[in-house]
């Protein structure tokens, strides 16, 4: 009969089979008991983000997503191409393109150098572009992969395609995987959140969503002003006493009704009534940042009251501080069709300083060890120049799927290293292709997973993140 | 261990139709009725309780009962009304009177076409990154009437698989493809449109495999299935029978609409006819309206036949879209454009010309009620609708009689009668695909451009003319109905201006032209006469005003089939082998007389043969009804799904169900009426014990209700929920900040009125931002198909219960309910709440912890501890705002109970 995996019995949890047998048959009264103590008894019994062990010991406890949604371009940023100079306007052989899709561009336009320059920073030697000033300072820190590939040329399927593995909708984001396989830490905050800024990402809800899996494992967007969780706020005119008295009451009914009906699906009701009322506290505490020093809000840049990359950085550590398990920062604005140099101005502008500043913060709170940091877009951009009087653009980059650049840093990466290269025009790889499930296999083995055992059984398949690809990447593992 | 289907599916003897598994299972359901058995079900079911030692609960009391029925074939309670007449019938029949009530009631479609939405994966939006609204709610409508008029089950398949195809198809019929028509579609910029029909015709292979066959045919996509006996090859024989269709859009005859177009139309004849008495007085001394309009139509006319050509429209021979659109030849010559919408397209057309001396082309664009906005172009995204692109346009010609002599032809000159900024006609000559001709600004309307040849075209015995029409506006801005036509008048040659038809009246002598001819001319003059530009105004303004008939999405079979090709590991990018139409072995075969087309795929379904359609159908009426499929996973019935708990039971339903005539109300009234599903759902000790996970059905199960049926429970308590069905979808308040985190798209507009308050099913479903207080109570994100929601209890959910602004609403409103509608005492009150929420009265301490609570809080108002005004918003004062605010209170708290949102 048991077909189930470990991991798929902890979804069970949410079921009163599971919670029976967990629980021990018959222990009836005690156990209704028990979980009617509130806190205490809620931790482990009937809870689906209970913290579980990986699969083998990891470093990293905890991870933190910045995803760069619409795609910056790695030759201007990581990847630099001096022979693209020499062929700055002039059109790419043909035999490169050939065979190859596009989204807007023709197969005849022109390569376009970057309009930046690029130095050599740190004791790695990592070359970053002059885009990256505080990056720079942070440069051993962070192990740089020239080398990811994705099999998806258009915004929505990609970024769905790097969150969930699939670029069909419906598959769990790898948030959902990870606290499926490892619960969460957070008693009093969801174990997935979602911190966003500027443009929306074409993936909308599916990049966090939790797919056939139960919603306890989606990722709960978290608002950097006013409530961060939509209705954490009690209406208006109902303060804490009063919210407190109805939780009473509430809990009254319930617990009656528990013992008329003996239905251990009301007990987890009460829980999560009680959950509720202590998220009610502590996420206002997360959001209130006047415990910072004003050194740190300068150094990630964060202006009170105002939503930003910066203030989702010094979120997602707080979060993390808090025990919540995998924190995703979107921000969207990447999508250079059109004057790529402009584009990357404002929102390395608007990113750079805050991205070095999360890694230096956590470093200096001994977390950086345990905490996986990730950066990274959907795909790359071209080589070729995208211009268009149709759609009125000039200067830009188009969608390339071939060859991309990201980054790792923290818990269990080799810091300081830059593995891979493309070739000259940085059209294709030469060396060490890192695809998309490569990436999220070593995500996951960073954080004590293997990537072919987490897997959760739907219509009739085991599905995993990876779906039936992955290999990990051993070097960027320290 | 093989699974039962499959192990009952052998290619032997024993293939097991539903004619052969009657045979097996009326001899078990023939035993005696009696003592706790009611109907055949509970024979099945107390033979498997014995088997496990387990014995039956006993029967629900009333208050239970009909909550239960209520929710369950409404998913609304009953009103304390319908709980009092049923609790005080003192007829023996009261519960199958009550059930039969249900089941007329209009409520029960809405009810059940939520599950049956889910399976469809129906949602008003596209999805993916643009994610635009589409028109498919008149399906959803013919869904919630289809299970009203209870339309026998089978012929429910047929039609949404088929429904077109059928002899003689109505509209309804019609408009019940939409079942198909709800995978997504992706129409960010720059994809390849090829790729993401790729992915839709998957998806629908994908739904139609699981939703009637239970089978998780999805796996054979990529390769043979590892578990079950479907292999990669079988997996695209089956998606050939869906592969051959034209995604189109129909318009939905509404009676309402057309009156008012009617009276619209009326209103505008008679404006067009007042046209000439408007026409103002001559500037010259003593020049009279009507002496005006006829020197100055007559100036108007000498100048457009000083531009005119005489024209010869061609007839296409051959015309193809590079990227699977449907081209069709009209009655009028012209070409239609329908079916795939790529974002870019090359047409490639070749005509007979027999004119000699040919010196240019015309090309007409065309309005056509079925193109967006009416055209001409069938662009709809960065566009009001109807704009296109003509990047370039090439020519050549030769001989009718050699075809492969062909030199190209020359274009130059080119000239239009409209063109949007910086996109003239000529712009279609320069070798660029990123410019072209473009009438943005002026859809709607017909136009033409002007392409002289650099050097007259004659053969003799005829001309094969071939164009090729590239279109690379990245946005579908392609061309949706055009004409060619070509002159051999001396060059140089221009748009005249004017449309084709007026531009040959006026080459028509006067003497030659008939009466029609004159009038249209004259009619055509009135409508562009600079001097009436205040009267085309008016006319301009009503014909905007005029309302439109609601459009659905359909499907038509194409008439020049598709090829499917076993595509390598399920890659688009690597078709194989081609195939046919055709489905696995392992099942019943096909009809051989039968065409190979989606309407033998539907009666298939629901054929005799078919041992899976009914059982999965029935398993999932069972899952609605118990919280749990007999087989447990609806999805797959497949080696890899879980034992039916009730194998025999399930096959026995599946008989009857086909014997009924595919009676779904029959089907929910067995069930229902039996004494399984009769029994009490509290859970004794002993239960527990000996059967956890109720298995053995020896309790009525405990089910939290469906996301939609919770704000509906809310509503509904409160009174405010609004009756009225059908129609377009509604936007009911979002949180707030909800949209921030999605691709920027059409804005959430909150609906005003009675829209606000509309049921669940009727919400407005945004595929990138599904309606967030839905999800959070597990609703199926209506991507891809799902039989089977998750149930799970999370502090998110309490968050909704407790804070969100409707919840608030709602216990506002049924705090005003109780006030007015209950006697004054605080007793009364309390049982009236109570039945409002919760369907049953209170017992003595809850109605003493109320009355506690109640104090406490009007203590606190009454101190000034707390604002009562604050928590009981209204825009005039009431007298007794405290006590309004400590009602809402109640009230809220008790819709946040568990039972308030389980059916028990």
């Given amino acids: 009969m048991n077909r189930h995996s470990q991991q798929q019995d902890a979804v069970h949890a949410i079921t009163r089979r599971h919670f029976f047998r967990d629980c021990g048959v018959g222990l009836g009264k005690i156990a209704l008991a028990s979980l009617l103590c509130g806190r205490a008894a809620s931790a482990n019994l009937n809870n689906p983000l209970a913290p579980r062990p990986a699969h083998f010991p990891a470093k990293a406890k905890r991870i933190i997503y910045l995803f760069m949604a619409g795609a910056p371009s790695q030759l201007d940023l990581f990847d630099n191409k001096p022979v693209l100079k020499q062929y700055d306007g002039k059109p790419i052989p043909e035999e490169i393109v050939k065979d190859q899709r596009y989204a807007f561009i023709q197969r005849d336009a022109a390569l376009m150098a970057s309009r930046f320059s690029f130095a050599k920073h740190g004791q790695s030697g990592a070359e970053l572009s002059e885009m990256l000033p505080h990056l720079a300072t942070v440069v051993d820190d962070i192990a740089i992969v020239r080398s990811v590939t994705t099999s998806q040329f258009n915004h929505a399927p990609a970024q769905i395609f790097m969150n969930t593995g699939s670029?069909?909708?419906?598959?769990?984001?790898?948030?959902?995987?990870?606290?499926?396989?490892?619960?969460?830490?957070?008693?009093?905050?969801?174990?997935?959140?979602?911190?966003?800024?500027?443009?929306?990402?074409?993936?909308?809800?599916?990049?966090?969503?939790?797919?056939?899996?139960?919603?306890?494992?989606?990722?709960?967007?978290?608002?950097?002003?006013?409530?961060?969780?939509?209705?954490?706020?009690?209406?208006?005119?109902?303060?804490?006493?009063?919210?407190?008295?109805?939780?009473?009451?509430?809990?009254?009914?319930?617990?009656?009704?528990?013992?008329?009906?003996?239905?251990?699906?009301?007990?987890?009701?009460?829980?999560?009534?009680?959950?509720?009322?202590?998220?009610?506290?502590?996420?206002?505490?997360?959001?209130?940042?006047?415990?910072?020093?004003?050194?740190?809000?300068?150094?990630?840049?964060?202006?009170?009251?105002?939503?930003?990359?910066?203030?989702?950085?010094?979120?997602?550590?707080?979060?993390?501080?808090r025990g919540v398990r995998f924190v995703n920062v979107y921000h969207g604005g990447w999508d250079h069709h059109s004057d790529v140099a402009g584009g990357l101005k404002a929102q390395c502008g608007a990113t750079d300083q805050a991205t070095a500043a999360l890694l230096t913060d956590l470093k200096q709170r001994g977390l950086l060890d345990e905490t996986l940091v990730v950066w990274g877009g959907e795909f790359g951009r071209t080589p070729m120049v995208e211009s268009s009087a149709a759609l009125g653009r000039s200067l830009g980059r188009d969608h390339h799927p071939q060859a991309f650049t990201m980054w790792m840093a923290g818990g269990g990466i080799k810091a300081g290293h830059t593995l891979g290269s493309t070739d000259d025009l940085g059209f294709n790889i030469t060396e060490r292709p890192v695809h998309v499930h490569d990436i999220q296999a070593t995500i996951l083995h960073l954080l004590g997973l293997e990537h072919t055992r987490l897997t959760y059984r739907f219509k009739g398949r085991d599905f995993r993140l990876t779906d039936v690809f992955g290999n990990l990447v051993p070097e960027l593992i320290a | 261990m093989s699974h039962y289907i499959f192990a009952r599916l052998p290619g032997s003897a024993l293939r097991c139709t539903l004619a052969a598994l009657a045979v097996c299972v009326a001899s078990r359901a023939d035993a005696p009725e009696g003592g706790w058995v009611r109907n055949p079900v509970d024979t099945f079911v107390l033979d498997s309780m014995r088997q496990h030692g387990v014995s039956p609960s006993p029967e629900a009391d009333r208050y239970t009962l009909v909550r239960r029925a209520h929710l369950d074939l409404l998913g609304l309670p009953p009103s304390p009304t319908e709980v009092e007449a049923f609790v005080n019938d003192p007829d023996p029949q009261a519960y199958d009177k009550l059930i039969d009530r249900l089941l007329a009631s209009p409520h029960y479609g809405e009810r059940m076409a939520v599950r049956w939405l889910d399976a469809a994966r129906y949602a008003d939006t596209n999805g993916y990154e643009k994610d635009r609204p589409r028109p498919v709610w008149p399906y959803r409508d013919w869904v919630i009437r289809a299970f009203n008029d209870n339309m026998p089950f089978d012929r429910f398949v047929i039609e949404q698989l088929a429904g077109d195809l059928l002899p003689g198809a109505t509209e309804a019929q019609r408009v019940a493809t939409g079942f198909l028509r709800n995978s997504m579609h992706n129409e960010e910029g720059g994809v390849d449109a090829e790729e993401f029909r790729y992915e839709a015709m998957v998806d629908r292979t994908n739904t139609v495999s699981t939703v009637f066959l239970g089978l998780t045919m999805a796996c054979a996509q990529c390769h043979s299935h590892k578990y079950d006996p479907l292999t990669q090859r079988e997996y695209f024989q089956f998606y050939a029978f869906l592969n051959n269709t034209d995604d189109v859009e129909m318009e939905v005859h509404d009676a309402a609409v057309a009156k008012e177009r009617d009276a619209l139309e009326t209103k505008i004849a008679a404006l067009v006819e007042e046209l000439p008495n408007r026409f103002p007085a001559g500037e010259m001394q003593g020049e009279t309206s009507a002496a005006h309009l006829v020197r100055k139509f007559a100036a108007w006319e000498g100048e457009v036949a000083s531009r005119a050509a005489h024209w010869t429209a061609l007839d296409p021979v051959e015309f193809t879209s590079k990227y699977h659109a449907t081209l069709v030849r009209m009655p009028d010559q012209s070409i239609l454009v329908k079916g795939d919408v790529p974002n870019t397209d090359t047409y490639e057309v070749?005509?007979?010309?027999?004119?000699?001396?040919?010196?240019?082309?015309?090309?007409?664009?065309?309005?056509?009620?079925?193109?967006?906005?009416?055209?001409?172009?069938?662009?709809?995204?960065?566009?009001?609708?109807?704009?296109?692109?003509?990047?370039?346009?090439?020519?050549?010609?030769?001989?009718?009689?050699?075809?492969?002599?062909?030199?190209?032809?020359?274009?130059?000159?080119?000239?239009?009668?409209?063109?949007?900024?910086?996109?003239?006609?000529?712009?279609?000559?320069?070798?660029?695909?990123?410019?072209?001709?473009?009438?943005?600004?002026?859809?709607?309307?017909?136009?033409?451009?002007?392409?002289?040849?650099?050097?007259?075209?004659?053969?003799?015995?005829?001309?094969?003319?071939?164009?090729?029409?590239?279109?690379?506006?990245?946005?579908?801005?392609?061309?949706?109905?055009?004409?060619?036509?070509?002159?051999?008048?001396?060059?140089?040659?221009?748009?005249?201006?004017?449309?084709s038809d007026i531009e040959s009246i006026v080459l028509t002598p006067q003497a030659e032209r008939s009466a029609e001819q004159s009038e249209q001319l004259k009619r055509y003059y009135l409508s562009i006469a600079p001097e009436l530009t205040e009267a085309h105004k008016e006319i301009e303004a009503m014909r905007a005003s005029m309302p439109r008939m609601p459009r659905t999405l359909v499907l038509e079979e194409r008439e020049t089939p598709r090829v499917t090709h076993i595509q390598h590991r399920g890659e688009f990018l690597q078709p194989r082998e081609a195939v046919t139409p055709g489905v696995p072995a392992v099942l019943n075969s096909l009809p051989a007389e039968a065409p190979p087309n989606r309407l033998t795929l539907a009666r298939w379904l629901v054929s005799e043969e078919n041992p899976l359609t009914a059982r999965v159908t029935v398993n999932r009426f069972w899952d609605m009804l118990f919280g749990r499929g007999i087989v447990p996973t609806p999805e797959d019935f497949g080696t890899r799904g879980e034992e039916p708990s009730h194998p025999e039971l399930l096959d026995w339903l599946a008989v009857e169900f086909e014997r009924s005539g595919w009676d779904v109300k029959a089907m929910l009234r067995l069930i229902m009426t039996s004494a399984a599903y009769r029994q009490s759902s509290r859970i004794t000790p002993e239960l527990l014990a000996s059967d956890p996970s109720n298995e053995w059905l020896a309790r009525c199960p405990r089910v939290r209700v469906e996301a939609e049926f919770i704000r509906d429970i809310a509503l509904s308590a409160s009174g405010l929920l609004s009756a009225k069905m059908g129609g377009p979808s509604v936007k009911p308040p979002l949180p707030e900040g909800a949209m921030s985190l999605v691709y920027p798209g059409d804005p959430w507009t909150v609906a005003e009125g009675e829209d606000r308050y509309r049921r669940g099913v009727y919400t407005y479903w945004k595929r990138t931002l599904p309606y967030p207080t839905a999800m959070v109570f597990d609703a199926a994100a209506r991507d891809t198909t799902c039989v089977r929601r998750i149930r799970s209890n999370t502090p998110l959910q309490a968050l909704t219960m407790l804070n969100d602004a409707q919840m608030m609403e709602a216990s506002r409103a049924m705090a005003q309910r109780v006030l007015q509608e209950a006697p004054a005492d605080m007793p009364s009150r309390i049982a009236y709440a109570f039945m409002l929420a919760l369907s049953r009265p209170p017992d003595a301490d809850e109605q003493t912890w109320i009355t506690d609570f109640y104090e406490q809080q009007r203590a606190r108002f009454d101190s000034g501890q707390s604002d009562a005004t604050v928590i009981f918003v209204t825009d005039t004062p009431a007298e007794d705002t405290t006590e309004r605010a400590a009602w809402t209170l109640i009230c809220r708290a008790l819709l946040n109970t568990d039972e308030a949102i389980t059916k028990q």
């Avoid at chain 1, 919603?215 to 009063?242: C, H, K, W």
């Avoid at chain 2, 004119?355 to 709809?380: C, F, H, M, Q």
């Fill in chain 1, 167 to 321: 670029p069909q909708l419906g598959r769990p984001s790898m948030g959902a995987w990870v606290t499926y396989g490892l619960g969460s830490d957070a008693a009093d905050l969801p174990g997935f959140v979602v911190l966003a800024t500027g443009e929306g990402s074409s993936g909308g809800a599916n990049n966090w969503g939790c797919g056939f899996m139960p919603t306890v494992y989606q990722g709960v967007p978290f608002r950097s002003e006013g409530d961060a969780i939509l209705n954490v706020s009690s209406p208006q005119g109902i303060d804490a006493a009063m919210q407190r008295d109805s939780l009473d009451l509430i809990g009254k009914l319930n617990r009656r009704h528990l013992e008329v009906h003996g239905d251990p699906e009301i007990a987890t009701r009460i829980n999560s009534y009680e959950m509720a009322y202590r998220m009610q506290t502590s996420a206002p505490e997360l959001m209130d940042l006047s415990g910072e020093s004003p050194e740190t809000l300068a150094q990630y840049g964060v202006e009170p009251g105002k939503a930003s990359f910066a203030k989702n950085c010094l979120l997602a550590r707080r979060l993390i501080e």
């Fill in chain 2, 350 to 499: 070749s005509y007979r010309a027999n004119l000699a001396g040919i010196t240019a082309i015309r090309i007409e664009v065309l309005p056509d009620p079925s193109l967006p906005n009416g055209g001409p172009g069938r662009g709809v995204i960065m566009s009001p609708g109807g704009d296109f692109l003509l990047s370039e346009i090439a020519a050549t010609d030769a001989p009718w009689l050699q075809p492969d002599q062909v030199q190209q032809v020359t274009l130059q000159n080119a000239t239009e009668d409209f063109a949007a900024e910086g996109r003239a006609a000529q712009f279609a000559l320069d070798g660029k695909l990123d410019t072209g001709w473009s009438i943005k600004g002026q859809e709607g309307k017909p136009h033409a451009a002007v392409f002289e040849f650099a050097a007259p075209v004659t053969h003799e015995g005829g001309t094969l003319l071939r164009l090729k029409l590239d279109q690379y506006y990245v946005h579908q801005h392609t061309i949706g109905r055009f004409r060619v036509s070509v002159t051999s008048a001396p060059l140089p040659v221009k748009a005249s201006g004017v449309p």
